[in-house]
């Protein structure tokens, strides 16, 4: 049965070229190249074709869970400040959904065996110190550093979703997918924050180019540590 697949699958020829490296008796990793990439079994991701694909999946996956994990201590630190206010309820709504992010990265890197970027404790700080300070210059300062920081997730997304496109948009469907969804709701938070009237806020400019600025060295750091 599984022959007959084989070759309506493949064609004949691919067929011939599989059973003569199974009488040269050929190791498995030759062998699985005559077979369909996507006939593998997966959850999210498809095994990497080379070396350079699985750096740059790796710094892919570690820097996407790195930033789910820096907005859920952001988060955590405006509801430590402004949990009991009016805004509460709306900050425990876009937190809910980063930590559903939070845990399928968490997931995706366990199934890919990627580790997690060595920072995180920097980043478990420094998320909650800036979560924290900002909603200390109440909702407009809590909604400014929404809008700086989820911007900047967005756009970096934005820029996965165009590298995994010109690498091969059917393997990483799975991945896209999630990418696209996530993004698009870093772009509601983005609204939200917009909305709550985040541009109110004195310095609003300034403030959302500095922390601007903290996301795109956190990114960078976190891609390659």
């Known amino acids: 049965m599984y022959v007959l697949n084989f070759v309506k699958m493949r064609g004949f020829t691919s067929a011939v070229i599989l059973f003569r490296q199974l009488n040269k008796g050929i190791n498995r990793s030759k062998l699985t190249e005559c077979l369909p990439r996507y006939s593998r079994s997966y959850a999210v991701i498809p095994p990497p074709r080379n070396s350079e694909e699985k750096a740059l999946l790796a710094a892919m996956l570690r820097v996407d869970h790195a930033g789910e994990y820096g907005a859920n201590r952001i988060y955590a630190g405006q509801m430590a400040v402004l949990g009991r206010s009016q805004s509460g309820p709306l900050i425990q709504h876009m937190w809910d959904q980063e930590k559903r992010h939070l845990q399928k990265f968490n997931e995706i890197l366990a199934e890919n065996r990627v ?47 165009r590298a995994l496109m010109e690498l091969d948009p059917e393997g990483y469907r799975g991945l896209l997918q999630i990418i696209k969804e996530f993004r698009d709701e870093e772009m509601e938070h983005h609204d939200t924050g917009l909305d709550q009237e985040a541009e109110s806020l004195p310095g609003y400019q300034l403030v959302k180019t500095a922390i601007q600025l903290g996301c795109k060295a956190a990114i960078y750091l976190s891609e390659r540590v």
């Open 115 to 161: 580790r997690p970027t060595a920072l995180l404790p920097i980043w478990n700080v420094a998320g909650f110190m800036l979560g924290a300070s900002s909603a200390l210059l109440g909702k407009a300062g809590a909604m400014a550093c929404t809008v700086a920081v989820e911007e900047s997730i967005s756009e970096h997304y934005n820029s996965q979703i």
